[in-house]
Structure formats: structure tokens, C-alpha cells
């Protein structure tokens, strides 16, 4: 009898135990590293393209995964309204902080709409909407909807041709859809928040790269992380 309520009150501990609480036990001291590969590729003759990205998250320098995650979507530029549109899907593989090799993996299935605008001259912005389902391992289905505002500004020439040099910026909100997760767990409606700041050289028209920094902060964590990506067209 004794076991048995220890067995159930140790059950409801556990899963009523807040998603929150694990996360207190990362070390937000500790930057860590992204390393990113961002592709797009327009098919001839054609208003639709293709574009994708690999990135390999982690809590450290590198060594200790925070995420595996592989995107690709077909996109679409529509004749009479400006930006591009994308419908895609995505893989993450997600570890946990520390020593542990646990990981937990999430299919996500994703509609975009990415709509440029220019302030003056020499900043070139762009507005993304992002709406994601989300099937999480050992969790409910959900939504998440996000927007991001990016921004680019040359600093040794006007535009962003070959050869420039210049300062990219942007910030993106994270809500939860829904709250609710199962087996009596909860996120919050607030997910997280991104801003990222970082120098970026243009290698030509179809290649950049960039090196930056990116804050991450949601209701538990407040985290840094270095970035480097690259950009291809082609």
C-alpha cells in the first residue's frame, strides 16, 4: 500500500512538474554556438523556388547539442504582391543541457510569408510571418506562431552587391497557440524572444556570410549564443 502511494505521488509530481523548472538547471552563463547553412533556389522560367537551411545548435562552444535542425520548403513569389511564400516542413532533434546524450525529436510542418521593405537608402528590411504545427515527442500537438523584423545596412556601399560590408539585425516573438501539452503540463503563451546582431560580408550576389550574436530569452532562460552562417543562392 505504501508503495503504491509513494508510485502515484511520485507519478503526479512528475508530470505536473513544469517545463520551466528543467530549464532553470541550464547554465545561462555559458554562451553557446550556432553553426547555420541558409539556401534558396529560384527554378527557371518559374514563380516557385525551393529554400532550406541546416543548423547545428549548442549549449556550449560545440559538443554539447541543443538542436539538430533541418528545414526545406517550396517557395512561391506571386506576380501581384510583393515578397515570398513558403510551405515547408522541418526535422529538429533536441538535447538536453549537460552531460546527457537523451534527445527528443519534433516534425514541424510550416507556412511563411517573408515581405521586403526599404527605409531610405541604405536599410533594407524584411518582415516575417511564420506559422508552425508542431508535433513534439512526448507531447501534444500544437501551434506556434512567430514574426520576425530583419534588417540589413550597408556600410562601405549602398546596396548589398559583392563586396560589402555591412550590419544585420533582427528580432523575432515566439507565442504558443496553445497551452497545453498533455499529461497535465503547460507552456507559457509567451514562448521566447530573439535578437540578434552581427557583421556580414557579401562574397558575391549569390553568397554572404555572416558572424553575430544572438540573445534568447523566454520565461526561464535568458541565453547567449554566438552565430555563423552562410548564405547561398543559386
Known sequence: MLCRLTFTLFLVVSLSFPISALASQIDEDQAGAWYMYFFNKDFSHSRFGFQ???QYRNWD???????LLVRGGLTYRPEK?????TLGVA??????????DRTTSETRIYQEALIPQQLGSRVFLRHRIRFEQRWVENQDFRTRLRYGLF???PLNQPTLT???WYLAFYNELFVNGERDIGGGRQVDF???NRFYTALGYKLSDRGQ????????HTEAVNKGQFQISFHQAF
Open 91 to 100: 526535422n529538429i532533434t533536441s538535447g538536453q543541457f549537460g552531460r546527457s
Open 61 to 67: 562552444m560545440g559538443g554539447d547539442l541543443e538542436q
Open 162 to 164: 559583392e563586396g560589402a
Open 81 to 85: 504582391l510583393p515578397g515570398k511564400y
Open 209 to 216: 556570410i555572416q558572424v553575430g550574436y544572438m540573445q534568447q
Open 190 to 192: 509567451y514562448d521566447r
Open 52 to 54: 532550406g537551411d541546416i
Open 151 to 153: 534588417a540589413d545596412v
